[in-house]
């Protein structure tokens, strides 16, 4: 893949799409979020006409905070999962990325000052729209032992959400994509922020 790789996805949508372009533009993949559904199901195409799905995720349970989201392959192979470390998360985002039931990776949230800020903001009227500009999230994903390999940040945008992914550590592809699958995700469930 080549950095940095860039999410979209519309605000005045019907569903959640969000488009994942590489740094010259190309489309890598194109998800989409089921609506309405009491267990989370997205599904990654290939390209934007959904010719070709590459991957989904699933959740292992209705709603809950603290759910595993499973990823599988078109043939139903297993790629791992990632979950949100429950009341962790509650200070600043906490995820972890497994593989074969042990953690492999974590995601964690740069500055949770910048979540409680945003928070208090948030509730007053202009101010809120202005902070939610001004105060973009950025996320690390890391090794246990605290190695710092990629770093996916919220851009200011208006009519769009635009998360940019960067790598910091050479990384291998099959974990780069388990990565990427666990960021989408996160993106899916963190979007109400920034």
Aim: hydrophobic residues 40%.
């Amino acid at each position: 893949m080549q950095y940095p790789i860039e999410l979209r996805f519309k605000l005045m949508t019907f569903g959640q799409r969000i488009t994942a372009t590489d740094a010259t533009g190309n489309v890598l993949m194109y998800i989409k979020q089921k609506m309405f559904k009491l267990k989370e199901n997205v599904q990654i195409y290939s390209d934007e006409k959904q010719t070709s799905q590459i991957f989904q995720i699933a959740s292992d349970r209705i709603i809950d905070f603290s759910a595993n989201y499973h990823f599988t392959d078109a043939q139903g192979n297993d790629w791992g999962a990632v979950r949100r470390k429950g009341m962790r998360s509650l200070w600043s985002a906490h995820y972890e990325i497994m593989q074969d039931d042990a953690v492999d990776m974590t995601i964690s949230e740069e500055s949770p000052v910048k979540k409680v800020f945003e928070s208090i903001l948030g509730e007053i009227p202009v101010i809120g729209f202005v902070a939610a500009m001004l105060l973009n999230p950025s996320y690390i994903v890391c090794r246990p032992d605290g190695t710092q390999l990629l770093r996916l940040t919220k851009k200011p945008a208006v009519f769009e959400g635009k998360f940019v992914l960067e790598k910091l550590s050479d990384i291998p592809e099959d974990d780069e994509l388990r990565s990427l699958l666990a960021l989408i995700m996160m993106v899916l469930l963190e979007r109400g922020r920034g």
